[in-house]
């Protein structure tokens, strides 16, 4: 009898360790390869740049209104549309691009690598409002 109270304790003990554990896997991100110069790879502000913006409260927490640049939907190009926010020289230069960047900048909310790669594909096309 001892040696099977021994035996369940240890299956239970067993069972109990191997139930709690748990790892999440890290993907790592795969950032897109934009080539500014293909039209088949051009990016929309309103599709894909404003929602960085606007969606999950990523920007337009504090940029929305009280803040500039203010970022809320009907407003954002506008707001980055100047020579303050957007190099169209030096596209790695624009701070719409740097101080969110994952790795550059220094701000509270960040983009993710394939954001701040959208952003300079975008810049690097024009900047356009479409």
Same mark, same amino acid.
């Given at each position: 009898?001892?040696?099977?109270?021994?035996?369940?304790?240890?299956?239970? @003990?067993?069972?109990?360790?191997? =139930? =709690?554990? #748990?790892?999440?896997? @890290?993907? +790592?991100?795969?950032? /897109?390869? @934009?080539? +500014?110069?293909?039209?088949? %790879? %051009? @990016? =929309?502000?309103?599709?894909?740049?404003? /929602?960085?913006?606007?969606?999950?409260?990523?920007? $337009?927490?504090?940029?929305?209104?009280?803040?500039?640049? *203010?970022?809320?939907? *009907?407003?954002?190009? !506008?707001?980055?549309?100047? $020579?303050? &926010?957007?190099? #169209?020289?030096? +596209?790695?230069?624009? #701070?719409? &691009?740097?101080? +969110?960047? /994952? !790795?550059?900048?220094?701000?509270?909310?960040?983009?993710?690598?394939?954001?701040?790669?959208?952003?300079?594909?975008?810049? %690097? %096309?024009?900047?356009?409002?479409?």
């Amino acid at each position: 009898m001892n040696n099977i109270f021994k035996i369940l304790v240890l299956v239970v @003990i067993t069972a109990f360790m191997a =139930s =709690s554990c #748990r790892y999440d896997w @890290i993907i +790592p991100e795969v950032v /897109p390869v @934009i080539d +500014p110069n293909d039209p088949s %790879q %051009q @990016i =929309s502000f309103s599709e894909t740049i404003l /929602p960085i913006f606007t969606s999950g409260n990523n920007c $337009t927490a504090c940029h929305s209104g009280s803040q500039i640049p *203010d970022l809320r939907a *009907d407003r954002a190009y !506008e707001a980055i549309n100047t $020579t303050r &926010y957007i190099n #169209r020289s030096e +596209p790695e230069q624009s #701070r719409i &691009y740097t101080v +969110p960047h /994952p !790795e550059l900048g220094s701000h509270y909310k960040k983009y993710t690598a394939t954001q701040a790669a959208l952003i300079l594909a975008w810049i %690097q %096309q024009g900047a356009k409002n479409n």
